[in-house]
T-cell receptor, first 113, second 113 residues
Framework: GNSVTQMEGPVTLSEEAFLTINCTYT??????LFWYVQYPGEGLQLLLK?????DKGSNKGFEATYRKETTSFHLEKGSVQVSDSAVYFC????????????FGKGTTLSVSS | EAGVAQSPRYKIIEKRQSVAFWCNPI?????LYWYQQILGQGPKLLIQ????????DSQLPKDRFSAERLKGVDSTLKIQPAKLEDSAVYLC???????????FGQGTRLTVV
């Protein structure tokens, strides 16, 4: 079945450090890939997405590239801020209409000044 | 636009009691999801509605969980009787399309004691 595996946290960084959170997936067909973020005390929100191979999703300085050959969708940011401290979830949907998001376990990021 | 509304935000009940959660999706969104998020894990789909019809309820424990979406708008999720392992955050999400990109409410945190 479809599944998502993401690196375990917590990830602790200093402000302005480079961030990578690894995500790999198992899926039949051609899934769409997502990163969702959950800030403290808030609901899940979409951070970025990519719907086909080699697409790059980007938002708020974060980027992720859909790599079909390595079945990966790693999240990167060149310079993190304290305000980026949150839990990040990698997720996928299959290309079939009506299929809901399948999430990884989440990675907690803590950024200190 | 108004977001996905859920109530209550918090609920504490004893095992074997019943509980109900309510969700009002974003206006016009045909697809509604209920997810269960156990501490330290990613959200897991319980049920997906398209308008007022069920698309996927394969992971809903039907011996104790039930859900309905009246008139294709609001939805309720019920647990009867509750077990200790039902302690989790219950998330409602909605989407204008059945393509996975979803808007989440803040969730209801259920504690079963």
């Amino acid at each position: 079945g479809n599944s998502v595996t993401q690196m375990e946290g917590p990830v602790t960084l200093s402000e302005e450090a480079f961030l990578t959170i690894n995500c790999t997936y198992t899926a039949t067909g051609y899934p769409s890939l997502f990163w969702y973020v959950q800030y403290p005390g808030e609901g899940l929100q979409l951070l970025l997405k990519a719907t086909k191979a080699d697409d790059k999703g980007s938002n708020k300085g974060f980027e992720a590239t859909y790599r079909k050959e390595t079945t990966s969708f790693h999240l990167e940011k060149g310079s993190v801020q304290v305000s980026d401290s949150a839990v990040y979830f990698c997720a996928l949907t299959s290309n079939q209409a009506g299929t809901a998001l399948i999430f990884g376990k989440g990675t907690t990021l803590s950024v200190s000044s | 636009e108004a977001g996905v509304a859920q109530s209550p935000r918090y609920k504490i009940i004893e095992k074997r009691q019943s509980v109900a959660f309510w969700c009002n999706p974003i206006s016009g969104h045909a697809t509604l999801y209920w997810y269960q998020q156990i501490l330290g894990q990613g959200p897991k789909l319980l049920i997906q509605f398209q308008n007022n019809g069920v698309v996927d309820d394969s992971q809903l424990p039907k011996d104790r969980f039930s859900a309905e979406r009246l008139k294709g708008v609001d939805s309720t999720l019920k647990i009867q009787p509750a077990k200790l392992e039902d302690s989790a955050v219950y998330l409602c999400a909605s989407s204008p399309h059945a393509d996975g990109e979803a808007f989440f409410g803040q969730g209801t945190r259920l504690t079963v004691v």
